[in-house]
């Protein structure tokens, strides 16, 4: 089995270094615009061969991992130059424009659009992580769309890697995960903008800073090179989760000031059903 991954990245890499282990016939063949992260790539032995989009016609298995601004234009691309047989699958965090992008591709039966819930907030090929994957959810759109004997080989492998798989529209992917994935990166990213205009006057603040502040503020972490594009991508939807993000803030401000602590206590009470919501997701895996 040729395995090419197109964006040696977190994603990617993480993709390819459980795959190598759980088929070791494969052979990994890594394409990436980012000459360092092909050469840790290869150091690490995430990929086993530096290749170039012209040997994409060996390819059984690619796994397209890159911005998602980026995969709207190399997506067809690679579409163009897979052999008949191959399955090509991309994992990015917005699916409706990759689907339309490649909606009257000749070769739209070879594709599987997916989008892994698994992550960190690091990039690159060092940060790569065996079993990644395990448990977690992987949302495939539009699978009527790909041939069936080449979903089949995809799944095989999900399975393999360890994930539930859940189908959904692309559009409805896009709504759902602005709430669950995007605002979150939001909401975390301004948190620590607070948090670091404030800490210019007071040198103290991080002194005091605990695992709470920590844990609320590890997405703003990740990269901006992939973030910008998934908001510009995701923007109604985006917009739509902020508003009613903001207007909740607003509420709770309103209450502070008017010193309702009764109403700031069910507030809170009532959001606690998170635990459950949070155990279920769990208790599933
Ligand atoms: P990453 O760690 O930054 O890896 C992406 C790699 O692709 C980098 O090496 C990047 O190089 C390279 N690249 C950029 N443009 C390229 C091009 N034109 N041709 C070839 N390689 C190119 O990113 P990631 O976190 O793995 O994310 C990859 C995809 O997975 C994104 O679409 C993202 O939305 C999706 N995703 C991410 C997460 C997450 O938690 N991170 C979770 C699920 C899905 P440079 O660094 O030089 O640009």
């Given at each position: ?31 990436d615009n ?22 994409l016609?060996e ?36 699916k409706n ?31 790569a992580?065996?079993n ?66 404030k800490e ?52 709770f ?33």
């Amino acid at each position: 089995m040729k395995v090419f991954v197109i964006g040696i990245g977190l994603i990617g890499g993480s993709m390819v270094l459980d795959i190598k282990a759980l088929y070791p016939e494969a052979t990994i063949y890594g394409i990436d615009n980012n000459e360092k992260h092909l050469q840790q790539a290869l150091e690490l032995g995430v990929i086993d061969i530096a290749a170039t989009m012209e040997d994409l016609h060996e390819a059984d298995f690619v796994i397209v991992s890159v911005p998602v601004n980026v995969a709207l234009g190399l997506l067809p691309q690679v579409l163009d130059l897979v052999g008949e047989n191959a399955i090509v699958l991309e994992v990015g965090s917005t699916k409706n424009p990759i689907c339309k992008a490649i909606a009257n591709h000749p070769k739209r039966r070879n594709f599987i659009a997916t989008h892994p819930i698994a992550g960190t907030e690091f990039s690159g090929p060092l940060a790569a992580l065996r079993n990644l994957f395990r448990d977690k959810t992987n949302i495939i759109c539009e699978v009527e769309k790909t041939a069936f004997k080449l979903q089949e080989k995809a799944l095989e492998v999900f399975k393999s890697l360890g994930m539930r798989i859940r189908y959904m529209d692309p559009k409805s992917h896009d709504k759902h995960i602005a709430y669950v994935s995007h605002l979150s990166h939001i909401s975390s990213f301004m948190l620590g903008k607070t948090v670091i205009n404030k800490e210019k006057h007071e040198q103290d603040i991080f002194d005091m800073a605990g695992s709470g502040f920590e844990s609320t503020v590890r997405l703003a972490k990740s990269s901006p090179a992939m973030w910008t594009p998934i908001f510009e991508q995701n923007k109604a939807q985006v917009l739509e989760s902020l508003e009613e993000y903001i207007s909740n803030l607003t509420q709770f401000r309103d209450l502070l000031v008017q010193d309702d602590y009764n109403a700031i206590y069910d507030e809170m009470t009532s959001v606690n059903k998170i635990r459950e919501i949070l155990n279920g997701i769990s208790v599933k895996k």
